[in-house]
């Protein structure tokens, strides 16, 4: 099992920046790829970004692609969100997780993750 911590949400203007991380403490940080998830208000939690073990490939979903990046320190274990040019649809509770060991980026992509869900941080946008 793996333990991930979210941190870095505050509130910030529309058209700033700011950067999230997710630290992981457990079984080898970088066996698996992972992701970034958010749950804007009142609605279901949804896929943001995912990246491989290595960092080599990642992937986001449309509405954040030019805006947002994900990385990762394997010797850190910890992942990164740089969220640029933040808009009010933007404010959501960011949350982290994990694929499966040795699984492809596809399936954080597609939600097959592992670890239950942690509390998240939370980002407010204001316009």
């Known amino acids: 099992q793996v333990q991930l911590v979210e941190s870095g949400g505050t509130t910030v203007q529309a058209g700033g920046s700011l950067t999230l991380s997710c630290v992981g403490t457990g079984r080898k940080f970088g066996n698996y790829a992972m992701g970034w998830f958010r749950q804007p208000p009142g609605k279901e939690r949804e896929f943001v970004a995912a990246?491989?073990?290595?960092?080599?490939?990642?992937y986001y979903v449309d509405s954040v692609k030019g805006r947002f990046t994900i990385s990762r320190d394997n010797d850190k274990n910890t992942m990164y969100l740089q969220m640029n040019n933040l808009e009010p649809e933007d404010t959501a509770v960011y949350f982290c997780?994990?694929?499966?060991?040795?699984?492809?980026?596809?399936?954080?992509?597609?939600?097959?993750?592992?670890?239950?869900w942690g509390q998240g941080t939370q980002v407010i946008v204001s316009a």
């Open positions: 997780n994990r694929g499966p060991e040795h699984q492809a980026i596809i399936a954080v992509i597609r939600g097959n993750v592992v670890e239950s």
């Open positions: 990246i491989s073990w290595t960092g080599g490939s990642t």
